[in-house]
Each structure stands twice: as C-alpha cells, then as structure tokens.
C-alpha cells in the first residue's frame, strides 16, 4: 500500500481528532480542576479505548459495516446518556484540592468506557478505514498501522488539550464554578450533536 495512504489517513485524523469533542473536552475539564498529573489514568483509558475500538474497527470492518445501522440508533443514545453523565460531574465538582468535598479525578475506567460510548470515534474508524485502508485489500499489518495511526494522532489531539486544561489550572481555582458551567454544558453540546447525528 502506498505511503501517500498512510500520510492522507494521517492528516485527516488529526484535522477530525483535533477537534472539540467529548474526549478533548473532558480532558480539558478534568485537567484545569486536578492537573496534568492526576488525570493521566484517565488520558490512558482514553488512548488505550480508541487503540481497542480502531482495531475493532479495522478487523471487523465488514461485520461492523452490516450491523452499524442497527447499532447507532441505540449506541447513540446510551454514548449521550454517558456523556450527560460526565457533565453533571463536571458541573457537580468542586476544586482539586484534598479538602473534604473534594471532587476525585475521573478514572482509567472513565477515560476506557467512554470510547465505546463515543459514536463518534465509531463512525470516525469505520469511515476512515473504508476510505483509507479498505480499497487496498485487507492486510493485517496495514489494520495495525491503521489503529496506530488514528491512536496517535487523536493521542496527540488529547495531550494538546490536556495540556492546556493544565495551563487553566491556576485559573480555575479561582473561577471554579464558572468553569464547570461552561464546560458541563461543552459536554451537554457534545451528547447533543451526538444525538442529531
């Protein structure tokens, strides 16, 4: 397969990964309220979720293909609901302090479950690996080169905004509460443009 393919699929993952959804926005709250740090559990549920669901996505492809118009009708949902979930958090947390009340950072498990509750990394990996990879045969090596790209390249997305979630963080010990208003409802946008897809 030519490594023209390759370098398409990769500049097209970062331009979609790049962008503001549910895994970005999350990890932009969780960082300005707990740190860099303390939310690394969570970024590795997050990169270890998408590797699962772009390898997912690559194998089985053609089974997925079939059963995706039975599938995102109810996965829709139920990615909406958890999201709604993670936004009451949000709204809900108090500062990352280790006072009493203090909300916890989300975990590996969050960070993992979430990418199977996320249509849009489904539909991104089906998509993507039907325009990209799919036209050239079916080779193991280029599934697995297909899955490490799409990971690193969303990986990358979500340490951007990790990062600068981290740069907030003095910020939000000051203006806690207005940040988790507008972050909660970045999240209730996200579980909504899910829904409308």
Do not use: D
């Amino acid at each position: 397969m030519p490594l023209a393919v390759y370098l398409e699929l990769a500049v097209s993952a970062c331009a979609t990964t790049f962008s503001p959804g549910p895994n970005n926005i999350l990890l932009l709250s969780s960082t300005s309220t707990h740190g860099f740090r303390k939310c690394l559990p969570l970024l590795f549920g997050i990169w270890t979720g998408l590797l699962t669901i772009m390898l997912v996505c690559g194998f089985g492809c053609a089974a997925l293909g079939g059963l995706v118009p039975q599938i995102v009708p109810v996965a829709k949902y139920v990615g909406a609901a958890y999201i709604l979930y993670l936004a009451y958090r949000t709204l809900l947390r108090k500062t990352g302090s280790t006072g009493e009340g203090a909300s916890k950072p989300l975990t590996y498990a969050n960070g993992f479950l979430l990418q199977f509750l996320n249509v849009k990394i489904m539909m991104l990996g089906i998509s993507f690996y039907s325009s990209f990879i799919m036209p050239h045969g079916f080779r193991v090596s280029a599934v697995l080169a297909f899955a490490v790209i799409m990971a690193v390249c969303a990986g990358t997305g979500n340490v951007i905004w990790a990062t600068l979630g981290a740069m907030l963080f003095p910020i939000y010990q000051r203006y806690n509460k207005v940040i988790n208003v507008i972050m909660a409802l970045l999240l209730v946008w996200c579980a909504w443009k899910i829904v409308s897809i």
